[in-house]
């Protein structure tokens, strides 16, 4: 158990929705990244926060948004949906002084009918 | 433009045998290397991890390579245990503000036992 936790676990939608996953870090853990895993790919990069502020943007669609907020848990918004965007969708945590070890939650798994 | 590549998909090997996956990267500013190992309906675990001015780095039954000059990285399990068939990725990251990771498309690894 990494400490990281993720709501909902899962999520069945259908095209042209809106919705929103969460992502808890563990406690006194600053950063929030947000992947996503489509079907037998790798992890791709979307979105990091650190401290409420974006740190940095990888290929992340313009119909998906996220924040941090003063607590430090993090949002990931999607709206539009689109079949294509069935997929898992992590978050992830590092620590202090070991900023490229990321801790991942067990994930959302997102279904588009 | 896959800046990180695992071009087995899958991998079968018999219970207390080595097993090596392998790594591709392309990208030169990379200097932190992770293999993350998940099993289906969690998030990946951090496996192992190595630095750019590193070529070894063992843990266990767990050993990482690094050879710059061929950008190129393994996993080395000795002995492999059926507990370890899981799918195994690699990842790399550059060491810039944001620490994201980058990852490979996977490796499936079965332990025969």
């Known amino acids: 158990d990494s400490g990281v936790t993720q709501t909902p676990k899962h999520l069945i939608t259908a095209t042209g929705q809106r919705v929103t996953l969460r992502c808890s870090p563990r406690?006194?853990?600053?950063?929030v990244y947000w992947y996503q895993q489509s079907l037998d790919q790798g992890l791709q990069f979307l979105i990091h926060?650190?401290?409420?502020?974006?740190?940095a943007k990888g290929n992340i669609l313009e119909r998906f948004s996220a924040q941090q907020f003063p607590d430090l848990h993090s949002e990931l918004n999607l709206s539009s949906l689109e079949l294509g965007d069935s997929a898992l969708y992590f978050c992830?945590?590092?620590?202090?002084?070991?900023?490229?070890?990321?801790?991942f939650g067990p994930g959302t798994r997102l279904t588009v009918l | 433009d896959q800046q990180v590549k695992q071009n087995s998909p899958s991998l079968s090997v018999q219970e207390g045998r080595i097993s090596i996956l392998n790594c591709d990267y392309t990208?030169?500013?990379?200097?932190?290397f992770l293999w993350y190992k998940k099993y289906p309906a969690e998030g990946p675990t951090f496996l192992i991890s190595?630095?750019?001015?590193?070529d070894k780095n063992e843990d266990g039954r767990f050993t990482v390579f690094l050879n710059k000059s061929a950008k190129h990285l393994s996993l080395h399990i000795v002995p492999s245990q059926p507990g370890d068939s899981a799918v195994y990725f690699c990842?790399?990251?550059?060491?810039?503000?944001?620490?994201?990771?980058?990852f490979g498309s996977g490796t499936r690894l079965l332990v025969r036992p």
């Open positions: 992830a945590t590092n620590k202090a002084g070991a900023y490229n070890e990321q801790f």
């Open positions: 406690s006194g853990d600053l950063s």
């Open positions: 926060y650190y401290n409420g502020e974006e740190r």
């Open positions: 990208n030169s500013m990379f200097d932190y």
């Open positions: 190595i630095s750019s001015i590193k």
């Open positions: 990842a790399a990251s550059r060491g810039d503000s944001s620490y994201k990771l980058i």
